[in-house]
């Protein structure tokens, strides 16, 4: 398979089958974004894997969603504000960090036969306070993940490149 079919077959999963997910696959997911890039490779990234239901269930109180609960696994992104690198300007990258890891998480979940959904709309003190994070950590995304519960088709509305790009040749 190709990158680029990769990230086309890549969508926002929101319907997961009963199944487990298998420790192995989630340890590729994780190996995925241990080599994802990082500014100045400073790697300010925490990753707490949860399968264990009782977990899952008082994570699930973080975001009540109905289909957020049928997802058999979840990782909890975790940026390391102390650990960040910080532009001259004072812009921290903990988030842009975080986002590539995450991203390279998802597509390794779909290599896998996976979904996954990022969740960043969640109640970020509920989950500071179940993993009794201190205050330069911040859970920025929870990315459910596991089997699909059906095989629908899903259509990526994409603008066309030459309403994104612009040339300079």
Not at 22 to 27: D, G, P, S
Not at 37 to 51: E, L, R
Not at 130 to 151: K, T
Request: aromatic letters at 10%.
């Amino acid at each position: 398979m190709t990158f680029v079919s990769l990230a086309a077959n890549r969508y926002s999963l929101r319907n997961f089958a009963t199944k487990k997910v298998e420790k192995e696959k989630i340890n590729y997911m994780l190996q995925a974004a241990q080599l994802a890039p990082s500014a100045v490779n400073k790697q300010p990234w925490k990753f707490i894997a949860v399968t264990q239901p009782a977990m899952l269930a008082k994570l699930h109180t973080c975001y009540p969603r109905d289909w957020f609960k049928t997802a058999q696994a979840c990782i909890v992104v975790v940026g390391n504000h102390e650990e960040s690198w910080k532009r001259l300007d004072g812009k921290d990258h903990c988030d842009i960090d975080i986002a590539i890891a995450v991203d390279h998480m998802a597509l390794a979940a779909t290599e896998q036969g996976l979904g996954s959904c990022w969740v960043c709309n969640f109640d970020l003190e509920k989950c500071r306070q179940l993993f009794n994070f201190a205050s330069h950590l911040e859970p920025i995304v929870l990315l459910p993940f596991g089997y699909p519960a059906n095989e629908a088709v899903h259509e990526k509305k994409r603008k066309e490149l030459d309403e994104i790009v612009t040339w300079y040749e």
